[in-house]
């Protein structure tokens, strides 16, 4: 799209790319905020101290002492992560980088599918921990970005019987009930099942606008023996209302215009009246073990779902020239989407060895399909908004639908890896091939000529690290990896366009002292987005694109991880990311990008989190918690047209458990959350002059647990 093309259009007209990604699938037990297994960054259970790449995991304890709710709120203290990069106006929406790019989102080991407008947003109540496995990882999970994958994972039943039910309040108008129950069903232990559902609603940030969200998860597990495992898992979701998807200009909110008047984090750009954010979507699907023997498993897990989803917004676009900074221009959209998507993985697991070396070999299928409709409005001018007197129930009128488009996509890939040991020297190396296909077909609604077009991909990737792990928990290790992205359209001699390609080069060292319950790691990248679009000097119209563009990340993490000592949790880390475009062309109309930063990416980044538990005296069982975050300075428009200020902000936390004051209360707890403690006004980032986003304002949440 032009330059000029609004960025809610941009995105509108990208309804039905593939999300970003996150990795799942067995993950060991962790116990605080230490996981020691994770399946996602290899699909086998391999200790995080053996893996040669970064990886995060944020667990349960984690999500529930920190009073996380929603995906960025989770990545808030996860290194390389540059969470809520649309600031509090984009709740309905999971936006983040991690190294500087996007990344894929998985459940549960699986894609999710999904379009801005009907995305299946996944509730962190839902979840008992999310990996974060940083850089390139097509050979894993196919196509995506090189930045990495996020992989949630839902909670699944247990063989010990839970009972669990919470009720939430907070500012905002904010009102939660959380219930979870787990167990056997029969005395043997042969069926499980997993009850967990939640309510939510809320006044968003912004004035005039809502948040409501209602999901139930029923899971099954059959374990006829210790060798397999079959688990069901399903989710029922709507989200009537998800807040606004605005922005407000830069003058009045990081600068004052000249009458020294600003806006504020809660004022609203669009019309109440019109505003819609509808989506529901419903999803089954199963996760499969068995074990021949100690030598071979096989494991297979897929899932179906089907999501909707009604958009309507008015947004702003500046001011109206000559308004005195008074009058917003502004402008309507909106879609209507339904999809349905299929995702399946197989693989086989062989361990054996070949004299010295021992060998755990994996060799996997997968395929995904999606099925889209969207039909799709203009993004035209509507009337504007006086920001003294501001008038939310205007006269919109309707929309000026102009597309109607079917899209269907699908990938298949083949993978391989093994990784081998000898000694203390773990080496991993694994390859993929990928097939991908999309077919695009519809209307255009404002000719009435019918549309159509096909792409297709394919592409090999690869991976190679190896680590040593000496007796006193210092692991150092190097690796490569790397990942694709299929690419629409044609060049000058109508030739597709190659698939983006990503790649990394990462050198670290991981350190668990023995005997602890501590991880610390340290990690040095160098990432690189490779076959982007440029536009071709001196040429118009068609075929005026060529593959010559860069972007790459030089970066620096720290991350900390451990129980210090008896009560005493922490969670510590520094990021540093130079991230710049390399390679661009300059064109009559628009300077190179070249040596330029994207938007919303801080160059420096830091949090802590400690939290205490009192171990005896009359206030045992009482945990105080605080946690400081660090956001750098960002680039703001393009070219680094201008700056956006770093901010600090300050979270606390209590929580009681009433059971150690006495008895007959057992079982039962509350918690106070403080998010923002200070209520410090800052902006998370800005995409233009016209484009800012204000961050989060304080956040008071107080909760009830009853456990049984």
Not at 282 to 300: L, P
Not at 509 to 523: C, D, E
């Amino acid at each position: 799209m032009g330059a000029g093309t609004p960025l809610h259009a941009q995105e509108a007209g990208n309804a039905t790319q593939l999300a970003p990604v996150t990795v799942m699938g067995s993950s060991g037990e962790a116990i605080g905020y230490v996981a020691e297994q994770s399946s996602t960054a290899t699909k086998t259970d391999t200790p995080l101290i053996e893996v040669p790449q970064s990886i995060s995991v944020i667990t349960e304890d984690q999500m529930r002492e920190q009073g996380a709710q929603t995906l960025n709120q989770v990545l808030r203290y996860t290194s390389g992560i540059a969470p809520e990069t649309r600031g509090a106006t984009a709740t309905r929406l999971d936006q983040f980088t991690v190294r500087g790019f996007s990344a894929t989102t998985l459940l549960d080991g699986l894609r999710i599918f999904g379009s801005r407008d009907a995305l299946p947003q996944v509730d962190a109540y839902r979840l008992e921990r999310v990996d974060v496995l940083k850089g390139p990882s097509s050979v894993m999970f196919g196509q995506g970005g090189p930045g990495g994958v996020v992989n949630q994972i839902s909670k699944r039943p247990t063989a010990d019987a839970r009972k669990e039910v919470e009720l939430q309040v907070g500012n905002f108008d904010y009102r939660r009930a959380n219930f979870d129950f787990s167990g056997p069903i029969d005395e043997s232990g042969q069926f499980l099942y997993r009850l967990t559902g939640s309510g939510y609603m809320s006044d968003g940030q912004l004035n005039k606008t809502e948040e409501r969200r209602y999901f139930i998860s029923p899971s099954f597990t059959w374990q006829p023996s210790s060798d397999t495992r079959l688990t069901l898992l399903a989710n029922l979701q709507r989200d009537p209302d998800m807040g606004s998807y605005g922005s407000l200009p830069r003058v009045r909110t990081l600068v004052a215009a000249p009458d020294g008047y600003k806006l504020g984090p809660d004022f609203y750009d669009g019309d109440a009246g019109f505003e819609t954010s509808d989506r529901r979507n419903h999803s089954i699907g199963y996760d499969f073990e068995h074990r021949f023997n100690d030598a071979v498993t096989v494991r297979s897990n897929a899932r179906y779902l089907h999501a909707e989803g009604i958009y309507r917004s008015v947004y702003s676009n500046g001011y109206v020239p000559d308004s005195n900074y008074r009058l917003l221009t502004r402008r309507k959209g909106g879609t209507d989407v339904s999809m349905d998507t299929y995702a399946i993985d197989n693989h086989i697991q062989a361990k054996f060895n070949s004299g010295v070396l021992e060998h755990t070999l994996l060799a996997g299928v997968d395929f995904a399909h999606l099925d889209s409709d969207t039909l799709s409005s203009s993004y035209d001018e509507t009337l504007p908004l006086d920001i003294f007197n501001p008038d939310y129930h205007q006269n919109i009128g309707p929309l000026n639908w102009v597309s109607d488009t079917n899209q269907r996509q699908y990938q298949t890939g083949v993978y391989l890896q093994d990784q081998i040991k000898i000694n203390r020297l773990s080496i991993l190396l694994g390859g993929r091939y990928d097939w991908s296909r999309t077919e695009s077909a519809g209307t255009n609604l404002t000719t009435s000529t019918p549309t159509a077009s096909t792409t297709r991909a394919e592409a090999f990737t690869g991976r190679a690290g190896l680590i040593y792990n000496f007796d006193n928990g210092v692991a150092p290790y190097i690796s490569y990896a790397e990942s694709f992205e299929p690419q629409s359209g044609t060049d000058a001699n109508n030739r597709p366009f190659d698939p983006l390609e990503g790649e990394q080069y990462e050198l670290g060292v991981k350190y668990q002292p023995p005997g602890t319950n501590a991880l610390y790691s340290v990690a040095a990248f160098d990432i690189r987005r490779k076959n982007m679009l440029t536009s071709i000097p001196g040429c118009f119209g068609a075929g005026c694109q060529e593959q010559t563009g860069e972007l790459r990340t030089k970066g620096l993490e720290f991350e900390a991880r451990g129980e210090l000592s008896r009560g005493l949790s922490i969670i510590a880390n520094y990021s540093y990311i130079a991230n710049e475009y390399t390679k661009d062309n300059a064109t009559p109309t628009r300077p190179s990008l070249e040596g330029t930063t994207p938007y919303g990416i801080p160059k420096h980044q830091a949090s802590v989190w400690a939290r205490y538990q009192l171990q005896s005296g009359p206030l045992a069982g009482l945990g105080v918690a605080a946690g400081a975050r660090y956001l750098g300075t960002s680039s703001g428009g393009t070219h680094d047209a201008f700056k956006v200020p770093a901010a600090t902000l300050v979270d606390a936390a209590l929580d009681y458990d009433l059971g150690r004051a006495n008895p007959a209360l057992k079982g039962m707890s509350v918690a106070l959350n403080v998010n923002n403690l200070f209520d410090k006004e800052y902006v998370a980032s800005c995409y233009s002059e016209e484009w800012c986003w204000y961050g989060y304002q304080r956040s008071i949440r107080a909760s009830f647990r009853y456990r049984w």
